[in-house]
């Protein structure tokens, strides 16, 4: 293929990626996301939905202090929509844990085992799924 071929063919991709809006993923790998863009794995698609502030009622703080939860829609080829939400909540950051054809699935955000766990290694709008 000529250097002209071989960059007709990368357009023509890039375009037809952007106009389906869908982002194509690989488990066990650092994936970037965004609000209503289907990331599309082999037998599902994620959908991260926004996240939601729930108010913590602590007598002894003096201002309001929240847990943020990521919620996203899991939608399997086959079956209906699961709602999967993830917080680091207030101590261990952990993966949130859902199930597909009857196979698990962990939804990792912030850290990873991919990442050797290490926090700050991951941007805020990159998730991991594991597959386990």
């Not at 609000?35 to 082999?42: A, D, M, T, Y």
């Not at 086959?78 to 680091?88: A, F, L, R």
């Not at 952990?94 to 990442?115: A, C, M, N, Q, R």
């Amino acid at each position: 293929m000529t250097k002209f071929g071989l960059l007709a063919f990368l357009l023509i991709a890039i375009v037809a990626f952007s106009i389906q809006g869908k982002m194509k993923a690989e488990f066990n790998k650092v994936i970037p996301f965004k609000k209503e863009i289907p990331i599309e794995f082999l037998s599902f698609s994620l959908v991260y939905k926004g996240n939601v502030r729930i108010p913590l009622d602590i007598e002894s703080q003096t201002k309001s202090s929240y847990i943020i939860f990521e919620k996203f829609e899991v939608i399997p080829s086959k079956g209906s929509k699961i709602d999967v939400q993830w917080s680091s909540g207030l101590g261990e950051i952990g993966p949130s844990v859902f199930e597909v054809d009857s196979i698990t699935y962990w939804l990792e955000l912030k850290t990873s085992e991919v990442v050797g766990n290490k926090s700050g290694v991951m941007q805020d709008d990159e998730l991991v799924v594991l597959r386990k």
